[in-house]
């Protein structure tokens, strides 16, 4: 009875999950300083001002909330979940009227200190919500009104967050809720209807994109149409007559709007199978690689071209066992509210990692997506270890009767 006593306060966390997620923050402050550092401004800075020491600060910071979040059975976050999501929504419009505008988009609050984006807490809010809502009986999913509110839950921060405008992040919502929904226990037939129109109008979206003429092409920013048009390699139509010296200059054009996605898969080759060693990378170090997103959106370009292959599987390795550490919490979960909070954990991250990681090698357009706890930024870092006390408290209280 001791023996079983003592082995149930042993494993009170996921320890592998943690080494892991260690791990992780280790490769991503290295990289980040890596990314950084071949900047002469930056070099030159304080280095309290430092891009990798205040990526060490959100990490510290975040293990702090996670470690908050995981004293609080996750029982009592559920009951608080809908003011979580009505404040994340709140959030969400107002940061369309007051927030900071930059490169185009509006999805930062200016703290000074700290820029605040609200769309990385609204998904961890929209997990919480959706899955109290949903942990209702199994007799009442069956009915369509339920089915209809949870899709209502996740279309409100979609919109919002498409507004901003936030492709990427608006988009990630998606699997996330249908999965979900499919561990709720939804009926299929409601799913398999969901999937198909989802499928439908994606298909009409990019339709759109790529063949509508000007005049019926849905309202996109110019950067967006570019990334999707750029990803799928069709170049911009020359109108009729156009002149010699105009197309060559709208294939310069072209190729410009392409550069960052070539200088990503060039660094990601050119690493070979041991990299070119830390902070020896030449594509960032050169400013091939724009130095203003090889930190954030395309640190995983930085990393494959330094440590090559290894390194690049080291890292996905990693990710592995933080994600299948993930659905093995899920699956040990005590109740249904558990089992959906811990998948929807999962999701959302696996969502993260598959797009970022996939723009950095081309088979999926840049969305600007941040990679889990290695693209520099704090709203990211600490949303990501946030998720993470969620999964470690589902695992903690797996007993508590």
């Not at 510290?60 to 909330?65: D, K, R």
């Not at 060559?248 to 070119?276: C, P, W």
């Not at 696996?350 to 999926?364: K, V």
Request: with cysteine.
């Amino acid at each position: 009875m001791f023996d079983a006593d003592l082995q149930y306060h042993k494993s009170r966390i996921d320890r592998l999950q943690i080494a892991a997620l260690c791990g992780l923050m280790v490769v991503g402050a290295l990289f980040v300083y890596s990314a950084t550092m071949v900047n002469e401004s930056t070099a030159a800075a304080a280095w309290y001002k430092q891009s990798w020491f205040r990526q060490v600060i959100w990490y510290v910071l975040g293990t702090g909330a996670a470690a908050a979040v995981c004293c609080v059975d996750y029982h009592t976050l559920a009951r608080w979940s809908m003011v979580a999501y009505w404040v994340a929504v709140l959030m969400l419009a107002v940061v369309l009227v007051f927030g900071t505008v930059r490169f185009g988009a509006r999805r930062w609050f200016d703290l000074g200190f700290f820029s605040l984006q609200p769309s990385e807490f609204a998904k961890l809010a929209f997990i919480l919500a959706q899955a109290h809502f949903l942990s209702r009986p199994v007799e009442e999913l069956r009915v369509p009104l339920t089915f209809w509110k949870s899709i209502g839950l996740m279309l409100l921060p979609f919109v919002l967050i498409l507004k901003e405008p936030d492709l990427g992040s608006a988009l990630v919502l998606l699997p996330t809720g249908l999965a979900i929904l499919f561990v709720a226990g939804i009926p299929h037939r409601y799913l398999m209807r969901l999937l198909g129109g989802v499928g439908l109008l994606g298909a009409l979206f990019v339709a759109d994109v790529l063949f509508a003429p000007p005049g019926f092409q849905i309202k996109l920013e110019d950067y967006q149409r570019r990334r999707l048009l750029v990803y799928f390699g069709k170049e911009d139509s020359p109108p009729a007559g156009a002149s010699k010296a105009e197309r060559a200059r709208l294939r310069q054009q072209q190729s410009d709007y392409s550069h960052n996605v070539r200088q990503a898969l060039i660094s990601v080759g050119s690493g070979g199978l041991t990299g070119k060693g830390w902070r020896q990378g030449t594509q960032n170090a050169l400013g091939y690689l724009p130095r203003s997103v090889a930190h954030n959106d395309f640190i995983f370009s930085v990393i494959a071209e330094e440590s090559g292959f290894v390194g690049s599987v080291i890292v996905l390795t990693l990710y592995g066992v933080v994600l299948f550490s993930g659905i093995r919490i899920a699956g040990q979960a005590r109740d249904r509210l558990g089992k959906m909070m811990a998948v929807g954990v999962v999701a959302l991250l696996f969502s993260h990692i598959f797009i970022n990681i996939g723009m950095n090698i081309r088979i999926m357009p840049v969305t600007g997506v941040p990679l889990p706890l290695l693209s520099y930024g704090g709203s990211s870092v600490l949303g990501s270890l946030i998720a993470m006390g969620i999964l470690q408290n589902v695992y903690t209280y797996r007993k508590a009767y």
